[in-house]
């Protein structure tokens, strides 16, 4: 008997991960591949509690203000361009807005699997509208899988080109502040690294690096305030064993753990009165205010025709 389970909507296209011992699920809407639901169970207590993880939790109707999405997709840049377009050689590359193509495209699904976890593959191949954006064949596979209450995130990109490809990828998953809607407030959360050292990487108003960084000594909860949140605070995380932080709700007794071992960057960001915040694992960064070409953008991957590059991120609800 399977503990895992995967449903699977061909109609609304929005497909669901259950864990049925560990009372888990997570919902993932096709368009833009996106991580629309994450809930879990608090058997604590009396009474069993169901916690919705994600900003406007499995919600399928657009919100009436404020930030649309949950779990952007980030591909094949990460944050914006300058005026929405970089040069690679004599190829000029467009983006429909910030974080690139993916997030406004439909992903097939491709396989999935209930052994020993709930698992679903996701692919976005180059077509006629990523060619508008990004002339260059690529293969982009996204793979969720819920093992207990952990959800990890893989991400494959390939080159079925003859040319070297260049892209950045990474993850923009907005997270519920508080995790219990009306106890607490954001600001009573915690955002928690191991101790270390890690790189502060400057922006101005409009999100480009400025080239300025500077060393923080990381030991005990990250100060920040709403103001630098809704500008975007950027890490350099050098230290594989720094590549880890924790969002910690201590009312509801609760931490969300995001490792990113594969990502050598961060970003956290909010907007001012709503109820989130967003830890997002970068292979990739904004463009500099004196822009450099699309090969040059800090963390871009080269990719020869024939490979692939992977990258994998975990979430763990940690009961405290």
């Given amino acids: 008997m399977s503990f895992y389970n995967v449903k699977i909507d061909n109609i609304g296209k929005i497909d669901i991960l259950y864990s049925d011992e560990h009372n888990a699920s997570v919902m993932i809407n096709r368009h833009g591949c996106e991580v629309i639901g994450y809930r879990i169970t608090d058997s604590r207590g009396k009474k069993e509690r169901e916690l919705g993880l994600m900003y406007r939790d499995s919600e399928t109707a657009p919100p009436e203000s404020g930030w649309k999405n949950r779990a952007t997709i980030l591909f094949p840049n990460v944050g914006g361009l300058k005026n929405n377009e970089s040069k690679l050689g004599e190829v000029i590359i467009k983006s429909p807005g910030n974080h690139g193509v993916a997030r406004h495209s439909d992903f097939e699904l491709v396989e999935t699997s209930h052994d020993g976890s709930a698992r679903i593959k996701y692919r976005l191949a180059a077509n006629s509208y990523t060619r508008e954006y990004y002339p260059f064949d690529f293969q982009l596979d996204i793979t969720y899988e819920l093992v207990g209450s952990t959800l990890s995130v893989l991400f494959e990109v390939s080159n079925p080109g003859r040319e070297t490809l260049h892209a950045c990828w990474g993850w923009h998953p907005g997270f519920r502040t508080p995790l219990i809607p009306g106890v607490g407030s954001k600001q009573d959360c915690k955002l928690l690294f191991p101790a270390g050292k890690i790189t502060r990487y400057h922006n101005n108003e409009h999100c480009r690096l400025?080239?300025?960084?500077?060393?923080?000594?990381?030991?005990?909860p990250l100060e920040r305030t709403e103001e630098e949140l809704e500008a975007t605070l950027m890490f350099g995380v050098d230290d594989p064993g720094m590549r880890r932080i924790s969002l910690e709700?201590?009312?509801?007794?609760?931490?969300?753990?995001?490792d990113f071992p594969d990502m050598p960057y961060l970003g956290?960001?909010?907007?001012?009165?709503?109820?989130?915040i967003c830890i997002e694992p970068w292979q990739g960064m904004d463009d500099h205010e004196e822009q450099e070409t699309f090969d040059n953008k800090p963390g871009v991957v080269a990719i020869a025709p024939g490979e692939r590059k992977t990258s994998k991120i975990t979430v763990t609800p940690e009961l405290l």
Avoid: C, K, M, Q
Wanted: aromatic letters at 10%.
């Fill in 210 to 220: 400025t080239g300025e960084t500077s060393e923080l000594e990381i030991d005990g």
């Fill in 249 to 258: 709700d201590p009312i509801a007794e609760v931490a969300i753990r995001v």
């Fill in 268 to 276: 956290l960001w909010s907007e001012p009165g709503f109820e989130f």
